[in-house]
């Protein structure tokens, strides 16, 4: 038909004529043109090139249509006494009638000025419409599902009255889709996972760092909680638009400290985790994409200092974010920040990081002790790191210093015993795991590890990985006490508990950390096996695909 685009590239290799390699988020066009600009010394807020994505939508106006003169008056989308620039009387932007002002993404000089090529109309545009898309798809989904095929007629009536209208409200469309995903029975699974995620909606319509991350994550969350493919590459697209409005905001020299920044920074290391997305390959899952993220988190939050997290919120984002740190520094060999004293003591002044308000006072004790665990946690990666710098060296033949063996071996026996003591009490407050017969056809062992709540069962998990790398390198270090018949008895313990904490929607984030460290106990059979379980989930949540792991019988079997 003619006029109409049969182009599959971005809008800009559209408009230019030229030939798109079609990368996501943004084409590989579009990214040489402003470096190009870039090193031609052209900062100029106007001229910067960024892709404007794939997405040609059709353009929803609220408000009743009217005839446009050919001289652009009354352009406001039926605005009263709207000028040639869709001004109203009091100079105000009325946002072209299809979403928010475009003075509200600017008003915080993170954009110097409203771009003149309606770039940042068009980026609004994009939220607004992946906003209703989610929630409208979401509910013709379910309406599908209750009305059943036999009642087209009253299903079609029902389903024109539940789709939303566009809102020129962002915090209203960003919630909607979040009580959608509630909807989806998996709010229980993310409070727990992120307890500070219910209180987000809050901070919604003034920051468009916060604004474009949230959408994108929980658009993303919903789609894979719906098996709606159409949902994640919405969120894919807002994850291109999340980063633009992130890095202007790190580069501002006030908002970089805003706490809006930094919850938009860790909402985009949990997009990383679930999508797992991989440069110029969109379909590839690239299982450590969110330790750049968790890196870089990880900067802000020591750059920001220890006294900024006297506010409640605050406070919730670095406690609930801590596993993400801890986690990327373990496995980037480095020591952990959260381990220092300064830190301990910010973080041990703080209160649970769960919301114990509608808790009985057993599971306030118990959530006492969960935090308890992760300030010691936090100080396994520097033990960890000297350790596998000693198995390096042993194994090359290297010289050794005897004085940093005394000092890692006294470090470790010492955290090992402060573990120990962490157990007893929290076992006195928690129910211990009851062994039962294995349901799961499919597992390599007789009987399961069963547990009153999937997360007890992640924090045990987690505890046995943790004295899994303690007692090894001990074993390293040739420390009196053999560990050997402990690891394995730990490692057995691991695996077993899959079959009850690796379901659910948070399930593989649960047994991530702890799998990892026993896969290197396991001999090749049960590396296969454990292969085989994760990559069921690895389209769900990218951080624990096998593809990370090495492969099956590549690596012997420690305290063998």
């Given at each position: 038909m003619?006029?109409?685009?049969?182009?599959a590239?971005?809008?800009?290799?559209?408009?230019?004529?030229?030939?798109?390699?079609?990368?996501?988020?943004?084409?590989?066009n579009?990214a040489?043109l402003a470096r190009?600009?870039?090193?031609?010394?052209?900062?100029?807020?106007?001229?910067?090139?960024?892709?404007?994505g794939?997405?040609?939508?059709f353009?929803f106006?609220?408000?009743?249509?009217?005839?446009?003169?050919?001289?652009?008056?009354?352009r406001?989308?039926?605005?009263?006494?709207?000028?040639?620039?869709?001004?109203d009387?009091?100079?105000?932007?009325?946002?072209d009638g299809?979403?928010?002002?475009?003075?509200t993404?600017?008003?915080?000089?993170?954009i110097?000025?409203?771009?003149r090529?309606?770039?940042?109309?068009?980026?609004?545009?994009?939220l607004?419409?992946?906003g209703n898309?989610?929630?409208?798809?979401?509910q013709?989904?379910?309406?599908?599902?209750?009305?059943?095929q036999?009642?087209?007629?009253?299903q079609?009536?029902?389903?024109?009255?539940?789709?939303p209208?566009?809102?020129?409200?962002?915090a209203?469309?960003?919630?909607n889709?979040?009580?959608?995903?509630?909807?989806a029975?998996q709010?229980?699974?993310?409070?727990?996972?992120?307890?500070w995620?219910?209180?987000?909606?809050?901070?919604?319509?003034?920051?468009?760092s916060?604004?474009?991350?949230?959408?994108?994550?929980?658009?993303?969350?919903?789609?894979?909680?719906?098996?709606?493919?159409?949902?994640?590459a919405?969120s894919?697209s807002?994850?291109?638009?999340?980063?633009?409005?992130l890095?202007?905001?790190?580069?501002?020299?006030v908002?970089?400290?805003a706490?809006?920044?930094?919850?938009?920074?860790?909402?985009?290391?949990?997009?990383?985790?679930?999508?797992?997305?991989?440069?110029g390959?969109?379909?590839?899952?690239n299982?450590s994409?969110?330790m750049?993220?968790a890196?870089?988190?990880?900067?802000?939050?020591?750059?920001?200092?220890?006294?900024?997290?006297?506010?409640p919120?605050?406070?919730?984002?670095?406690?609930?974010f801590?596993?993400?740190?801890?986690?990327?520094?373990?496995?980037?060999?480095?020591?952990?920040?959260?381990?220092?004293?300064?830190?301990?003591?910010?973080?041990?002044?703080?209160?649970?990081?769960?919301?114990?308000?509608?808790?009985?006072?057993?599971?306030?004790?118990?959530a006492?002790?969960?935090?308890?665990?992760?300030n010691?946690?936090?100080?396994?990666?520097?033990?960890l790191?000297?350790?596998m710098?000693?198995?390096?060296?042993?194994?090359?033949?290297?010289?050794?210093?005897?004085?940093r063996i005394?000092?890692?071996?006294k470090?470790?026996?010492?955290?090992?015993?402060?573990l120990?003591?962490?157990l007893?009490?929290f076992?006195?407050?928690t129910?211990?795991?009851v062994?039962?017969p294995s349901?799961?056809?499919?597992?390599?062992?007789?009987s399961?590890?069963?547990?009153?709540?999937?997360?007890?069962?992640?924090?045990?998990?987690s505890?046995?990985?943790?004295?899994?790398?303690?007692q090894e390198?001990?074993?390293?270090?040739?420390?009196?006490v053999?560990?050997?018949?402990s690891?394995?008895?730990?490692?057995?313990n691991?695996?077993?508990?899959?079959?009850?904490?690796?379901?659910?929607?948070?399930?593989p984030?649960?047994?991530?950390?702890?799998?990892?460290?026993?896969?290197?106990?396991?001999?090749v059979?049960?590396?296969v096996?454990?292969a085989?379980?994760l990559?069921?989930?690895?389209?769900?949540?990218?951080?624990t695909?096998?593809?990370?792991?090495?492969?099956?019988g590549?690596?012997?079997?420690?305290?063998?």
């Open positions: 003619v006029g109409v685009p049969r182009s590239g971005c809008l800009a290799c559209v408009k230019r004529r030229v030939k798109c390699d079609q990368a996501r988020p943004g084409c590989g579009c040489r190009s600009r870039s090193k031609q010394g052209n900062d100029d807020t106007d001229t910067i090139i960024t892709c404007p794939y997405d040609r939508g353009k106006v609220a408000g009743k249509h009217q005839v446009r003169s050919r001289g652009g008056a009354g406001g989308g039926g605005g009263g006494g709207g000028g040639r620039d869709g001004r009387g009091d100079g105000e932007s009325d946002g299809d979403g928010w002002p475009v003075e993404l600017s008003n915080l000089e993170l110097p000025r409203p771009p090529s309606g770039q940042g109309r068009s980026q609004v545009r994009d607004n419409r992946a898309r989610a929630v409208g798809e979401l013709l989904r379910r309406a599908s599902q209750e009305q059943g036999g009642q087209g007629q009253h079609g009536q029902n389903i024109l009255q539940m789709c209208t566009p809102t020129p409200n962002r209203q469309l960003i919630g889709t979040i009580q959608a995903l509630y909807g029975q709010g229980g699974e993310i409070m727990l996972f992120a307890p995620f219910n209180s987000v909606p809050q901070k919604l319509g003034n920051k468009p916060l604004d474009y991350a949230m959408a994108a994550f929980t658009i993303h969350l919903l789609g894979k909680a719906e098996g709606s493919a159409h949902l994640i919405e894919l807002l994850y291109g638009q999340s980063l633009a409005a890095q202007r905001a790190l580069k501002h020299p908002e970089w400290k706490p809006e920044t930094l919850c938009a920074t860790m909402l985009l290391t949990f997009y990383e985790a679930f999508a797992g997305t991989s440069d390959n969109e379909r590839a899952v299982p994409s969110w750049k993220h890196k870089g988190v990880s900067m802000l939050i020591q750059q920001r200092g220890v006294d900024a997290y006297r506010d919120w605050d406070r919730s984002m670095l406690l609930s801590r596993t993400f740190i801890i986690m990327h520094c373990m496995f980037s060999d480095e020591d952990c920040f959260l381990a220092k004293k300064k830190w301990q003591n910010v973080i041990a002044a703080m209160q649970p990081a769960q919301d114990t308000s509608a808790m009985s006072a057993t599971a306030v004790i118990a006492t002790h969960v935090d308890a665990y992760f010691h946690l936090a100080k396994v990666p520097g033990l790191h000297h350790g710098a000693l198995r390096e060296a042993t194994a090359r033949g290297l010289p050794i210093d005897t004085s005394v000092l890692l071996v470090s470790t026996a010492q955290l090992h015993s402060e120990g003591a962490w007893d009490g076992m006195k407050f129910p211990s795991p062994e039962r349901r799961d056809p499919d597992s390599i062992f007789d399961a590890l069963h547990y009153e709540s999937p997360w007890y069962g992640a924090v045990y998990m505890y046995w990985a943790t004295m899994l790398i303690l390198i001990l074993n390293l270090c040739h420390y009196p053999s560990y050997a018949a690891n394995r008895q730990l490692a057995d691991i695996f077993r508990s899959i079959e009850t904490v690796h379901p659910g929607y948070m399930g984030y649960r047994v991530g950390y702890p799998v990892r460290i026993a896969y290197e106990f396991a001999d059979s049960t590396q096996w454990l085989a379980v990559a069921k989930t690895e389209k769900h949540y990218a951080a695909s096998p593809t990370g792991y090495p492969e099956p590549t690596t012997s079997p420690m305290s063998a």
